[in-house]
């Protein structure tokens, strides 16, 4: 029985790295979602099958009613709130890592440093799940919360859990963990906090990863090897996504921890004496349909206005009937999460070939006649390359402004999600399109139309 | 298991998954974060394991809302992931 169960294991371990292996290209990726859900029913079964459960029934009823919310959840959400969606099935996985650890203690388990490393990190990984789906979804302020005595609260917090650690690892009592867990989920509640909504994709990364390392920490109390690997494998993975959305921004990881961003916006004032000009739909579509090359540039504001099906009429149709070459620039921050702003296209039902990704188009801007800008600012702000004042210094950004013709889809000349002055719209050759994105994109369509 | 086949096993992962995550290309960014977020949901054989040792009803019911919060976690990230992927459609590959 032993050595089914271990070569059951052995096989899903396999076949959950080759499914994360299979997202190298799209082609391969569904077959790769497949061979994931393969190992894993693989997995579940062995184990359902060769360990000594107290109510099988029960387990398989507890397992089924589990898949069926899953199931309903992940059918009824709409795509452009997959980050919160995320953050919660996060937040269940720490969870989970969290009942594990406390059942194990409550059962006397003599592995009191490795539930106490998984409970630490799924609890975090809970409770900080929990504020940034809070966040996402608008339930409470997307902004940086700060209050007074603050970060030495976190810090006083932070120095507790690791004496209570201590403590329990060397004199194992109950009540202490107890006490160990509910300070931890305070800690991972106020750590995520004062994190500003532009941060999102960062902390989602982090705490996609901190699941996996949970389990990671589980693994090493229960002695079990296929969870330290698909563990280990899952927190590299969000420890990677942050790292590359960090960099997005040019910014540290303690910058975010520390909603240090939103912080220093107020830093840069609008010079009044500046002026945008201002231009119509009708205009935009006779400039666009007359260009040889058109980048379109989204940010989340397209897809916050459910302008992404209109964006692909208007692209379609340039290229169809004007034979304009369209292609879309993205850069690695313009969703809520990594990657979001290729899945909300793709679901428009944009080709992925048109797609690319900011390091293989950036060169592109300076041969295209237009870049039509649609629910994004900061993205495209060029002070991030020349004005060291600016709090955007050094991040990089798409050169959106050496494209001859700019259109600016935007609602009024406010700052973008950081909250930071753009002189792009000031540029001689900057369009500004006043209105609602998918209103100004509809009637630019209706144009090309006839 | 010795603690430290396990650790050597944990190192090796790492880099394993470190080499396979960097191979994923930057436009299926989500899909690898609901992929991964569904097979972290492999806790639940730790879930399944702590059910075998019970000694009393707050650890058993601890051990099964674990396995039911996992069997969200695992369905869930699988569905949604299946459904991103199934959008992403290219006119040269026919």
Redesign the interface.
Known sequence: MSALINTSYLLACFL??V???S?????T??R??IL??A??AL??AA??MA????NYP??VL??????A???Y???K?K?TA?PQ??AA??G??G???V??A???V????PKNLDNTIGMIIGGLAFSGSFVAFAKLQGLITAKSVNFPLQYPLNAALFISVIALSVWFIAEPKQTLFFALTALVLILGFLLILPIGGADMPVV??LL?GG??W???G?????????????????????S??AY?MIKAMNRSLLNILTGGFSAHTAATPADETRTARAGAPEDAAFIMENAAKIIIVPGFGMAAAQAQHAVKTMAALLRDKYRVEVKFA?H?VA?R????M??LL??A?I???D?Y?MADINNEFASADVAYVIGANDITNPSAKNDTSSPLYGMPVLDVAKAKTVFFVKRSLGGGYSGVDNPLFYAPNTIMLYGDARDITEKIVKVLEN | MDIWILLTILMLSCFVGYFVIWGVTPALHSPLMSVSNAISGIIIIGALISLETNSSAADLFLSYLACFLAAVNIVGGFVVSQRMLAMFKSREKK
């Open positions: 959950m790295i499914s994360i292996r997202l190298a290209a799209p082609h990726a569904r790769g979602n994931g859900m190992g894993m997995a579940v184990a359902v360990l000594r459960l107290p029960l387990v507890i397992i089924i009613l589990g898949a919310v899953g199931t959840s992940a059918l959400v795509i997959l969606m995320i099935f996060n269940l996985g969870l989970a890592a009942c594990i406390l059942s194990e409550i059962s006397s388990s989602i990364s996609n699941s996996g949970a389990a990671v589980i693994g090493l109390s229960l002695d079990n090897s296929l969870l330290i690997i698909i563990g280990s494998v899952v927190g590299a993975g969000g990677i996504l590359i993205i690695p969703g999460m990594p990657g979001h290729n899945v793709a679901e039902g080709d992925y070939a797609i990704e």
